[in-house]
């Protein structure tokens, strides 16, 4: 989800365990529900099997609270912790449910106010969870509506960590958008974005790299679909339903990306020896390094630019599952 985390974050405090660093290296065998990774060890896994109406467990994620300005991309939503919008449904989901609660502008206005009618959820394990390398996937029903913004993604460790200017690191931390649905919500991208060097720019003006997923907007939205990466050094792979769909590979020799998708042919950009396309990316590949997890819906923004046609949807997130992947991954608890 392209963000321009550069604001403040308010972020709903809930009662979390102190638990000491530890790294996970449990040797549990994988579940049938992942195909491509069948022989990689869970890790860990996240079921949602709470009670109807209770929050997801505290000892891995966290509310982040507020408005659409702090975000920077124009979404309109006002994200709370609040049950009405954030909640396991007893049914074996977590619901993030986006609600319109008409003001003086009618819910289906183009011109909607920013954090009025609106209200959904986001979600995250900063602070609590983090992972480097190894299999992620997330078995998800994406909400239907062209006013929806869906996405399950990840921000690097350090994101919080502000720089002299007293702002957050990104996107120099690195940001991996395992999938959001854009265009107004008709197709399911992947992307990854980091800054070019010596500035606080985002590769490709803001755009990062990015790949279209083989699944319609209406299909994404008519059920459940697992969505996930393969990670190892200098590589992340995508997949959809248990099979590879693109891949973004660091070239450190060059300090190029290629990206390959099965039937076409590879495009290496960069502006190093062999780059087929010039862009300025600098060498930089900041995701040999840790990462947490993030589910949200937003409403609007620079991706969905137009007037809500309902007043309310729903996104489903039936369970979170982390393998090894060819030997690689783990993931750290952290006070």
């Known amino acids: 989800m392209r963000t321009n985390f550069k604001k403040l974050l308010a972020v709903a405090t809930l009662v979390v365990p102190v638990i000491a660093m530890a790294e996970v290296t449990s040797s549990a065998t994988s579940s049938n529900?992942?195909?491509?990774?069948?022989?990689?060890?869970?890790?860990?896994?996240?079921?949602?099997?709470?009670?109807?109406?209770?929050?997801?467990p505290s000892s891995t994620w966290?509310?982040?609270?507020?408005?659409?300005?702090?975000?920077?991309?124009?979404?309109?939503?006002?994200?709370?912790?609040?049950?009405?919008?954030?909640?396991?449904?007893?049914?074996?989901?977590?619901?993030?449910?986006?609600?319109c609660t008409p003001s003086s502008t009618p819910c289906t206005s183009?011109?909607?106010?920013?954090?009025?009618?609106?209200?959904?959820?986001?979600?995250?394990?900063?602070?609590?969870?983090?992972?480097?390398?190894?299999?992620?996937?997330?078995?998800?029903?994406m909400p239907s509506g062209s006013w929806n913004w869906p996405a399950f993604w990840m921000m690097g460790e350090n994101?919080?960590?502000?720089?002299?200017?007293?702002?957050?690191s990104w996107p120099y931390c690195g940001e991996i958008d395992i999938a959001e649905g854009l265009v107004n919500n008709t197709r399911e991208q992947s992307t990854i974005h980091s800054n070019v060097p010596g500035t606080g720019a985002d590769w490709l003006g803001g755009s990062g790299f990015t790949q279209t997923a083989p699944i319609t907007g209406a299909k994404m939205t008519s059920g459940y679909h697992n969505y996930g990466i393969l990670w190892?050094?200098?590589?992340?792979?995508?997949?959809?339903?248990?099979?590879?769909?693109?891949?973004?590979?660091?070239?450190?020799?060059?300090?190029?990306?290629k990206i390959t998708q099965p039937g076409k042919a590879p495009l290496i950009y960069g502006e190093g020896s062999g780059a087929q396309v010039p862009v300025q990316v600098g060498g930089t590949w900041p995701?040999?390094?840790?990462?947490?997890?993030?589910?949200?819906?937003?409403?609007?923004?620079?991706?969905?630019?137009?007037?809500?046609?309902?007043?309310?949807?729903?996104?489903?997130?039936?369970?979170?599952?982390?393998?090894?992947?060819?030997?690689?991954?783990?993931t750290s608890t952290t006070p």
């Not at 060890?41 to 109807?52: K, N, P, R, Y």
């Not at 994101?159 to 957050?168: A, V």
């Not at 040999?288 to 137009?306: E, K, M, Q, T, Y």
């Open 33 to 56: 529900d992942v195909t491509v990774n069948a022989t990689g060890h869970l890790l860990w896994s996240e079921t949602f099997t709470g009670a109807a109406g209770t929050p997801p």
């Open 62 to 99: 966290q509310a982040v609270t507020g408005s659409g300005p702090q975000y920077g991309t124009g979404e309109i939503e006002n994200n709370t912790n609040s049950t009405t919008n954030l909640y396991e449904d007893g049914l074996g989901n977590l619901i993030i449910k986006a609600i």
């Open 110 to 141: 183009s011109q909607q106010p920013m954090g009025a009618n609106w209200t959904s959820a986001r979600i995250w394990t900063e602070g609590l969870r983090t992972f480097k390398y190894g299999q992620i996937e997330a078995r998800i029903w």
């Open 159 to 168: 994101f919080l960590h502000k720089d002299t200017n007293n702002l957050y």
């Open 232 to 257: 190892k050094p200098n590589e992340i792979s995508y997949t959809l339903d248990g099979k590879i769909w693109a891949t973004d590979t660091y070239i450190p020799s060059t300090g190029n990306i």
């Open 287 to 330: 995701f040999n390094n840790r990462f947490f997890l993030i589910l949200n819906d937003a409403i609007g923004g620079i991706v969905s630019p137009v007037a809500p046609n309902g007043t309310t949807s729903t996104m489903k997130v039936q369970w979170v599952k982390y393998y090894t992947y060819k030997g690689y991954g783990s």
